[in-house]
């Protein structure tokens, strides 16, 4: 038995917060901040939803939304 149930949705979701502003590569005013997984671990990013630039990214948690027990809060 697993500690935790599988997840009923196929695609993984990351919420997300819009945030005032224009893209500086193609001037739209769709900017979202969230969560990632890239190379180097998990990163706080402001990106544009039109064309996906990045406008700023920030190292974010080691262990994303995991709290390992015993950890600092």
Do not use: D
């Amino acid at each position: 038995m697993h500690n935790h149930p599988r997840p009923s949705s196929l695609t993984v979701h990351s919420p997300r917060a819009a945030v005032a502003g224009c893209c500086p590569e193609c001037g739209a005013s769709a900017l979202a901040s969230y969560r990632v997984m890239s190379e180097g671990g998990w990163w706080n990013v402001v990106k544009c939803q039109e064309c996906l630039a990045s406008i700023k990214r920030e190292p974010g948690p080691m262990f994303g939304a995991f709290t390992p027990l015993g950890a600092p809060r």
